[in-house]
């Protein structure tokens, strides 16, 4: 073995750890699917405060909510705080089993108070536990109004109560406590109002849950101008809403339906026109690969895990550089400065990789000619419907968990017009340029040397979802990465394929903008 050869096994090696380890840590932590779904509720609640004057709106609000968009929003709130509840369970039996095995493992030389510090693991453990009492107790507060607004008072007085008692010793978690006993003032027979009432509320509570505290607030002090200006304020955000809400279900369901045609009419084609159809087109048309697999093999793990995963977060952590407390806008700033040096180290691994090899055979990295922007969109609109599917059945499978790229939790909060362009910089532009390069640019025709063109696409569409480091996001980026790699393979033009995953990422990106913004 050469010294090149041994050092890549080496990197090989600590690549696969990496993976795995960061895998494995994704299947505790929650999906951003239940948040978004809850903020989809609450932009529809915000619809639901449009006057019945307005006749129109009144019918386009009904068709997008349903009669009974009260008992459908608590439903929703159940669910999620059953899964929530479910999962704290789950962990409380982890840390309990952590520390029997901590005190088996010390009872020999140690007594209790000699115990160590919880281990890494427990205090992670415990911090999740944290974050999901504070989210559990969200839910009941909001789920606790719900149940008033449907005139189940007794029901809401009992979940704010529980509340108080629960969180009156998490100091961490004051906010749920006096919340809950601002509530249950107001909806008391006599009502009690607290002095901070209305502040508690501004504090605690969010979107239309705040503003039907605050409703009720003003009906009770008899404050008309506070209450007018309210309602003013409400009627214009369930306006606003009613579009949002239109955007967020309606452009993805057209979409969804034209690729739903698309692909009848492309899988009747095939079918029909065999070798002539359209998705035959190069279907077994290889690259003429001049390198072998020791440089694919090299590009991939050097190029992309290991400058992404051990390289670029070393030369932070050395440079002391720590965005938590950072503002939504340098957080931004932050992910695309550190995609581009991703990016930039990635490709000049690739160049230096393969420069021995210039001028290369025709086909490779073309970006001329060839319908590559009806490919891209046809491709875009494809993917929606196969992609929704897997991950409804993807949902099923984790109930919740397996983790989700943090760079969606950024953008859910990006409700600045700055961070949002640099937020799109990064995941319209960046990302697609970059990963189309190495994913379909580089590796999957560098596989077609050794595998059919079809197995090509699927190891590299494999490795393209593994590369998100979320177990949940495994089986829907694989399907995504297939719809890329076939793109790509029929064009032969990696505009293609770029055009598409911007569009994907770009429409992720806006539904996340618009669905943060139900929360203000």
Same mark, same amino acid.
Not at 238 to 255: D, F, R, S, Y
Not at 371 to 380: D, E, K, P, S, V
Not at 381 to 397: F, H, K, R, T, Y
């Given at each position: 073995?050469?010294?090149?050869?041994?050092?890549?096994?080496?990197?090989? +090696?600590?690549?696969?750890?990496?993976?795995?380890?960061?895998?494995?840590?994704?299947?505790?932590?929650?999906?951003?699917?239940?948040?978004?779904?809850?903020?989809?509720?609450?932009?529809?609640?915000?619809?639901?405060? /449009?006057? %019945? %004057?307005?006749?129109?709106?009144?019918?386009?609000? *009904?068709?997008?909510?349903?009669?009974?968009?009260?008992?459908?929003?608590?439903?929703? $709130?159940?669910?999620?705080?059953? =899964?929530?509840?479910?999962?704290?369970?789950?962990?409380?039996?982890? /840390?309990?089993?952590?520390?029997?095995?901590?005190?088996?493992?010390? #009872? #020999?030389?140690?007594?209790?108070?000699?115990?160590?510090?919880?281990?890494?693991?427990?205090?992670?453990?415990?911090?999740? +536990?944290?974050?999901?009492?504070?989210?559990?107790?969200?839910?009941?507060?909001?789920?606790?109004?719900?149940?008033?607004?449907?005139?189940?008072?007794?029901?809401?007085?009992?979940?704010?109560?529980?509340?108080?008692?629960? =969180?009156?010793?998490?100091?961490?978690?004051?906010?749920?406590?006096?919340?809950?006993?601002?509530?249950?003032?107001?909806?008391?027979?006599?009502?009690?109002?607290?002095?901070?009432?209305?502040?508690? @509320?501004?504090?605690?509570?969010?979107?239309? &849950?705040?503003?039907?505290?605050?409703?009720?607030?003003?009906?009770?002090?008899?404050?008309?101008?506070?209450?007018?200006?309210?309602?003013?304020?409400?009627?214009?955000?369930?306006?606003?809403?009613?579009?949002?809400?239109?955007?967020?279900?309606?452009?993805?369901?057209?979409?969804?339906?034209?690729?739903?045609?698309?692909?009848?009419?492309?899988?009747?084609?095939?079918?029909?026109?065999?070798?002539?159809?359209?998705?035959?087109?190069?279907?077994?048309?290889?690259?003429?690969?001049?390198?072998?697999?020791?440089?694919?093999?090299?590009?991939?793990?050097?190029? =992309?895990?290991? @400058?992404?995963?051990?390289?670029?977060?070393?030369?932070?952590?050395?440079?002391?550089?720590?965005?938590?407390?950072?503002?939504?806008?340098?957080?931004?700033?932050? !992910?695309?400065?550190? $995609?581009?040096?991703?990016?930039?180290?990635?490709?000049?691994?690739?160049?230096?990789?393969?420069?021995? $090899? &210039?001028?290369?055979?025709?086909?490779?990295?073309?970006?001329?000619?060839?319908?590559?922007?009806?490919?891209?969109?046809?491709?875009?609109? !494809?993917?929606?419907?196969?992609?929704?599917?897997?991950?409804?059945?993807?949902?099923?499978?984790?109930?919740?968990?397996?983790?989700?790229?943090?760079?969606?939790? +950024?953008?859910?909060?990006?409700?600045?017009?700055?961070?949002?362009?640099?937020? =799109?910089?990064?995941?319209?532009?960046?990302?697609?340029?970059? *990963?189309?390069?190495?994913?379909?640019?580089?590796?999957?025709?560098?596989?077609?040397?050794?595998?059919?063109?079809?197995?090509? @696409?699927? +190891?590299?569409?494999?490795?393209?979802?593994?590369?998100?480091?979320?177990?949940?996001?495994?089986?829907?980026?694989?399907?995504?990465?297939?719809?890329?790699?076939?793109?790509?393979?029929? %064009?032969?033009?990696?505009?293609?394929?770029?055009?598409?995953?911007?569009?994907?990422?770009?429409?992720?990106?806006?539904?996340? $903008?618009?669905?943060?913004?139900?929360?203000?």
């Amino acid at each position: 073995m050469t010294l090149k050869r041994f050092f890549l096994l080496l990197l090989t +090696l600590l690549a696969v750890g990496k993976i795995v380890l960061s895998l494995g840590n994704s299947l505790s932590q929650p999906q951003i699917q239940a948040r978004l779904e809850l903020y989809q509720v609450n932009l529809s609640l915000h619809v639901t405060a /449009l006057e %019945s %004057s307005a006749e129109n709106s009144q019918l386009s609000s *009904e068709a997008l909510l349903g009669e009974t968009p009260y008992a459908d929003a608590e439903k929703k $709130y159940k669910e999620i705080l059953d =899964f929530a509840e479910s999962r704290r369970s789950d962990l409380k039996t982890q /840390l309990q089993e952590l520390s029997e095995d901590n005190l088996l493992s010390n #009872s #020999s030389s140690q007594t209790l108070a000699q115990v160590p510090d919880l281990s890494p693991q427990q205090q992670q453990i415990t911090a999740q +536990l944290q974050e999901l009492n504070g989210f559990i107790g969200e839910l009941n507060i909001k789920l606790g109004i719900l149940q008033a607004k449907q005139d189940q008072v007794t029901t809401a007085l009992n979940t704010w109560q529980a509340l108080q008692d629960q =969180f009156s010793t998490e100091s961490r978690f004051q906010e749920i406590p006096r919340t809950a006993q601002v509530l249950g003032g107001l909806w008391e027979k006599p009502p009690q109002v607290l002095d901070s009432a209305e502040t508690e @509320i501004k504090n605690g509570l969010d979107g239309w &849950f705040q503003d039907e505290a605050l409703a009720k607030l003003y009906e009770i002090q008899e404050d008309q101008t506070a209450l007018t200006t309210l309602q003013t304020q409400r009627q214009e955000k369930a306006e606003q809403a009613l579009i949002k809400l239109g955007m967020v279900t309606g452009l993805p369901l057209i979409g969804g339906l034209i690729g739903f045609g698309l692909l009848l009419f492309f899988g009747t084609q095939w079918l029909i026109k065999g070798k002539e159809s359209i998705l035959a087109t190069n279907q077994e048309l290889k690259w003429e690969t001049p390198w072998n697999w020791e440089i694919t093999w090299q590009v991939l793990v050097v190029g =992309f895990f290991f @400058i992404g995963q051990f390289l670029l977060p070393l030369v932070i952590g050395i440079s002391g550089i720590n965005p938590t407390g950072w503002g939504i806008q340098g957080k931004a700033l932050y !992910v695309l400065a550190t $995609y581009v040096l991703m990016t930039t180290g990635g490709l000049t691994v690739l160049y230096f990789s393969i420069r021995t $090899y &210039f001028p290369l055979p025709e086909g490779w990295f073309n970006w001329k000619g060839n319908n590559w922007l009806l490919w891209g969109i046809g491709g875009y609109l !494809v993917a929606i419907p196969l992609v929704v599917i897997v991950s409804i059945i993807n949902q099923e499978i984790w109930q919740g968990q397996g983790g989700s790229n943090p760079l969606l939790f +950024l953008a859910v909060q990006a409700q600045d017009t700055i961070a949002l362009l640099i937020f =799109f910089t990064t995941a319209a532009i960046a990302a697609p340029i970059f *990963e189309e390069i190495i994913f379909r640019g580089f590796l999957l025709p560098s596989l077609t040397k050794y595998f059919p063109v079809w197995v090509s @696409i699927a +190891l590299s569409s494999l490795l393209f979802s593994v590369a998100h480091l979320s177990l949940s996001e495994v089986l829907p980026l694989t399907v995504l990465g297939l719809v890329l790699g076939v793109v790509y393979t029929r %064009s032969r033009n990696i505009l293609a394929s770029i055009v598409v995953h911007s569009l994907w990422n770009s429409g992720t990106l806006l539904s996340l $903008y618009i669905l943060g913004s139900g929360v203000n």
